[in-house]
């Protein structure tokens, strides 16, 4: 196992790794910009090394700094949490360079699930069910045609270099094509100097649904189960929960078998994630991978038991699978994350500043993964999220129930959360119902605006 | 002021700073006193500070220096004390390890009581097996060399203080 | 300043910071003070104070009285503002149902404006079937009935206010 | 189910049974003392009485006062929590005369079991192993000799009326018999003002081994498997553990089944605690029951899934626990629970006061109940314990690494707390190798000396 892990992120997720370094006996040394210099990360770890001003582009994602850090602290390996340098095969390469192990897939697997088009084929060849679409570029009108004849309608346009709805457009049939098509791609020549388009299948009110991985560094991968993802504002979730109401015994089993078919061919290890979507008759498609924990792991480390960062670091030192997992998977009960981010939650405008009151539920079923505290600070230059609070019941029912009476004794003063925002959700019936898909947060805001 | 006075004027000090006080004027028959804080008041006051602080002295000598000025302005009206210098510290803008000198044996780039201009080499940090020269970023004599030669440095820890000129 | 004092010092900024006042002057023989608070005062200074707050008003009319007193002695040397009237409250001293009078329909023990006697019965509060007379614990003027007849009290709720004479 | 409940508790144990009544969603009415006004559980309640001044006699303990609230404020039911009315029948009683459920077993039962040589004989009865002794009073020193003889050396001799070990003798052979036997009489005599004595097999080296019960009102009993409480500083539990690495899966399952017949025998229900000394031969004597649900109740949770204080509710309101516990119970993992005191690390006096930094661990695996928080005050009234820290692991080995993580990252500032003792224990070699017993404290604080 490794002497010393270097922690190249801050927050929840630093204190979750160095967290789970320290249950392990292994030294940890955090990073951190002169912003961060009271966060609980700097506290708990066995060492700290400042590495440069607030801005992450000077600190947290310079990479010459944090391998310097490293080389100074002399470790063994580094974790990258998520977000950040997580998913940077660049930064893989120099760990590599510098014989540090890097925590995560190998640079060229990283790259390669980084190109949508590369992850889509490989998806492909190992028969994942893709989201059905043109295979790259569209090179007119015509094409665009012949496209959505096989794809079959309603279709989505979208611009190769796109981003923020710009370029986009819906088409639901051969008549409006053409003109749809033209719009959109002077639209996206115009935002981006490039008016190259593709085209997907459009699902009108699909389900986020994903598929946690871990696979050793000798060519063996597992899936542990889904996580169901819709509960999103602006592609940004907001709460998780395993399993999905969605996925059957017979599917997660069916799908588990064919990811880790796919994984196995493309070399894959470390921890990931397969995200899918789900359209309204039940039918599954791939549509990227994650190469990283990912925030919301916890609701599968509840529901499998399985701690997945204290995997993570098994694998990096190179142990097996079948001595990190020694019983068959089990999904028990039903976990739920709220994100509780330092946003107002009605117009989510982030909210920095001192916490003056702070105040964790606590209890049976309840997991809160936080560096904040009483009197910290929240830092005006990173992203918002400061706690993930998880709760676990026999089904999910329980689960419901807890997360609101956890939610109504976390306290956090100073500063504007998500909590009231997520009280509103968890009182919902459509919420409660489960019957709802990634277009739910548009429909709630619509009633709260009307009640 | 005796060495007791000064332990309580940073006891009050320390206390005002840690309510945030921005201004406070005391006058009595053997005191008067008049301290305004510079900016304001230092982030994550109580909590965990005392932790945070030994940390901080111990990764950053440069801390104590910054306590250093409020205190220095606060004993001004008081009387003719003995002026508290303000040195300006040279610090590190990478993380890396220090060397004094531009090769293992080589006479250091500077030594205590040279004169230095703005620009001038005055040690090197090595990061990712580079070189990095350091330069002064002001004019003035060498006063003390802060971290050792071969030490491991932090981004923003002080290397040298030098008396501005 | 002896640690007497600086305790004495440390009570006045809690005692100023918990009523989020922003500057403060006060001149006495021996002592001269000036407190100028940094920014705003924190928002819902310490804890859960607003909802503590307004808890403890709902539930003891007697915590506000508490609160008024070192207001008073501050506000002494500004004017002579009309002095705060401070009457006495009859506590209940067990919790139960509250009645004004001995039998439904029958009058009340006492109304606003009766002179009471120490020991005078006031009301009865019910708990577990019994009748508790609740005796004055003052001599004075009924100003106030601050509990309705039949209401639920609470151990310590306030139940009439008494000038005491 | 109750519509409301009253908690006749204060601290953590109160807000964890406000938290189980709101995930059920039962109203909850706290009670509290002048000293409590602050407290979490009187914010986190639906509704909030004060029934007296700080002095536990003259408000939790009020009977009166307590009922009185519980009419005011018109409950179903009244949960008395752990101490406190726990165990005292009379209160059972007002509350049954006054149209209230107590969520306890029946009064009759408690006070059964509260008189010690009852309730040994009523197991003797039901075939649970006891510890060999007299069958109450012995008349003179011939009677003392004859007891030893059939019970075995060493034997104990103890004071009917004692405690704080006044009138206590080991006795190892019959020759040094009649002389201690006229001394812990004599002593007896002079400090209680009754020289009555019992005796009881001695154990040098006992390990303190509790199975938890719970039974419906429909006459059906089950056993949730044990505690290891062998950690103790004058006899105050410190560390409670789940499973005991004493107890064989055999084991359990043949306790389990006595236990179940021997309180089917005498109509128990609710939740319980049969409490045995284990001798250094492994083999298991019943010492006393525990008719409330208990402090360390958590690491039982952890290790089944269950929860108690919600099965608590169900059985009062009626239910069967064939619909509360559908699955068999199965033992997973491993619990530790470490009490929390505000005392003194070393010296152990009390640490009354207000706290003036509170940073609660969290992270996967831990738990922690408390109703404290930063800016809470401690009064001087009530006992010390103010936090729980439950983890839980998949052995021994990880919840006592996750335990020493957690403990490095709780904490608290303006009192004392025995934390840093629980991080001395948690590195005692002894403590870790499991092979300890109710002498350990003894062991472990000369250890602490000579170092």
Known sequence: MFRKVLIANRGEIALRVISAC????????????????N???????????????????????????????????????????????????????????????????????TRMMGEKSTARQTMKKAKVPILPGSDGVIADENEALEWAKEVGYPVILKAVAGGGGRGMRI??????????????????????????????????????????????????VMSLGERECSIQRRHQKLIEEAPSLMITPKLRDELGKTIKKALENIGYWNAGTIEFLMDEDGKIYF????????????????????????????????????????????IR???IECRINAEHPEKFTPSAGKI??????????????????AEGVVPPYYDSLIA???????????????????????????????????????ADEEFRSGAFDTKFMERFFERQKES | MDGNKLDELRELVEFLKANE?????????????????????????????????????????????????????AAEPVAAAAPVEVLHNVKSPIVGTFYESPSPGAPAFVKIGDQVEVGQVLCIVEAMKLMNEIESDVAGEVVRQITASGQPVEYGQALFAIRAR
């Open chain 1, 39 to 109: 966060s609980l990360h700097v506290r708990f770890a066995d060492e700290a090394i400042c590495i440069g001003p607030p801005r992450s582009s000077d600190s947290y994602l310079n990479v010459p700094a944090v391998i310097s850090a490293a080389e100074i602290a002399d470790v063994d390996a580094i974790h990258p949490g998520y977000g950040l340098l997580s998913e940077n095969a660049n930064f893989a390469e120099v760990c590599r360079a510098s014989n540090i192990k890097f925590i995560g897939p190998p640079p060229e697997v």
């Open chain 1, 388 to 426: 993930k609070l998880i709760c676990h019941g026999a089904d999910r029912e329980e689960a419901m129930n807890k997360m609101q009476r956890a939610l109504s004794q976390f306290v956090v003063q100073g500063i504007h959360t998500t909590i009231p925002l997520h009280e509103k959700i968890f």
């Open chain 1, 171 to 220: 088409c639901r049939n051969a008549e409006e094509l053409p003109a749809l098509y033209n719009q959109a791609s002077t639209e996206a020549a115009n935002a981006f100097g490039n008016g190259d388009m593709y085209m997907e299948k459009f699902i009108e009110r699909p389900r986020h649904i994903e598929f946690q991985v871990l696979a050793d560094e000798h060519g063996n």
């Open chain 2, 21 to 73: 006080i921005a201004e406070f004027d005391m006058e009595r028959e053997d005191l008067k006193v008049r301290i305004k804080f510079a900016g304001e008041p230092a982030v994550g006051a109580p909590g965990f500070d005392m932790a945070q602080l030994s940390r901080l002295m111990a990764s950053a000598p440069a801390a104590p220096a910054q306590l250093a000025v409020p205190v220095a302005v």
């Open chain 1, 22 to 37: 320290k249950e392990m006996g292994i030294r940890t040394v955090a990073v951190y910009s002169e912003a961060d210099r």
């Open chain 1, 287 to 330: 549509i990227e991978m994650n190469t990283r924990i990912q925030v919301e792991h916890c609701v599968t480390e509840m529901v499998t038991g399985i701690d997945l960062v204290k995997a993570q670091l098994r694998i990096a030192a190179g142990e097996k699978l079948s001595s990190i997992i020694t019983k068959p998977v089990e």
């Open chain 1, 356 to 373: 003056t009151a702070f105040n964790v539920p606590g209890g049976n079923g309840v997991r809160v993964d936080t560096a904040q505290y």
């Open chain 1, 333 to 335: 009960g039903h976990a």
